[in-house]
């Protein structure tokens, strides 16, 4: 079986464009997801300071002394791959990702609540990491890197979920 050469002035077959809802197809989007991103590292902030508040301006253990600092590294990390998803919004659209925006936004949303009421330290630094691989998947437009990155941030966040009473409202 041959196959039809193919016709002169036929066009091309160009991909369908991304829908509106597919996540990162546009510019707004990569840049909503730079605020989403912002309001987890609002959220570490917020949960280191009120841990050291807790001790009343006595003397915080070392251990938790080490841990307030790395949260704190990775809130500076976080913005500044937030602040580089702005800046580079129109460089990181990705096509095809199959997935829809209100899935990132729901995704870290998630997060950034449960930041703020996560008990187990070991599970918060885990959902830092989380956080900072997928702003760095995200800032590569890699679909490959950017699903498996949503998919180990959704493992931990259902990991956390059973560690960690639900918030109140």
Not at 14 to 23: C, D, L, M, V
Not at 89 to 99: N, S
Not at 119 to 124: F, L, M, N, P
């Amino acid at each position: 079986m041959t196959s039809d050469p193919p016709k002169p002035n036929m066009p091309t077959p160009r991909p369908a464009p991304p829908s509106a809802g597919e996540a990162m197809a546009s510019a707004r989007q990569v840049e909503e997801l730079a605020d989403r991103l912002s309001v987890c590292a609002d959220s570490i902030h917020e949960r280191v300071m009120r841990d050291i508040r807790r001790h009343g301006g006595g003397t915080v253990p070392e251990s938790e002394q080490a841990a307030a600092r790395a949260m704190l590294d990775a809130e500076i990390e976080l913005r500044q791959r937030a602040n580089r998803l702005y800046a580079d919004a129109a460089a990181c659209i990705v096509a095809g990702l199959g997935r829809p925006q209100a899935q990132l936004v729901k995704l870290t949303a998630d997060a950034a609540v449960k930041i703020r009421h996560i008990t187990r330290i070991g599970d918060g630094i885990t959902l830092v990491a989380r956080l900072l691989g997928f702003a760095a998947a995200a800032a590569s437009t890699d679909p490959v890197a950017i699903l498996a990155a949503i998919d180990r941030l959704k493992t931990h966040l259902d990991t956390v979920a059973l560690h960690t009473p639900p918030a109140s409202a």
